[in-house]
């Protein structure tokens, strides 16, 4: 069974950084395609930043230059490095993975991920 397991959310002030782990069981990272989403109080979750399975990574516009998705195939982990944090940035924050054999740029980020996490919370004050 798939497991994906959230972790390094926690509340920051704004401008201050913050890092997320997402560690799998029961799942290889390597030769995957895997991504980062959130979801703000009272609003729709949305794509946050993806990575394929040889490494090519995209972002929304949002986040784009301030936060860096990574992994670390011996660890099974994968990373989401956050700068710059605004009260924008504030929500839940899920690991997705896709089965294999789904192709990484479907029309929505959000098809073909057969596994998530529970999520891990960030909040950012001013």
């Known amino acids: 069974q798939v497991q994906l397991v959230e972790s390094g959310g926690g509340s920051v002030q704004a401008g201050q950084s913050l890092r997320l782990s997402c560690t799998a069981s029961?799942?290889?990272?390597?030769?995957?395609?895997m991504a980062w989403f959130r979801q703000a109080p009272g609003k729709e979750r949305e794509g946050v930043a993806r990575?394929?399975?040889?490494?090519?990574?995209t972002y929304a516009d949002f986040v784009k230059g301030r936060f860096t998705v990574s992994r670390d195939n011996a660890k099974n982990t994968l990373y989401l490095e956050m700068a710059g944090l605004t009260s924008d940035d504030t929500g839940m924050y899920y690991c997705?993975?896709?089965?294999?054999?789904?192709?990484?740029?479907?029309?929505?980020?959000?098809?073909?991920?057969?596994?998530w996490g529970k999520g891990t919370l960030v909040t950012v004050s001013s």
């Open positions: 997705a993975a896709r089965a294999a054999g789904y192709s990484c740029y479907a029309q929505s980020v959000f098809d073909g991920m057969a596994y």
């Open positions: 029961g799942y290889t990272t390597e030769a995957s395609c």
């Open positions: 990575i394929d399975r040889i490494g090519k990574t």
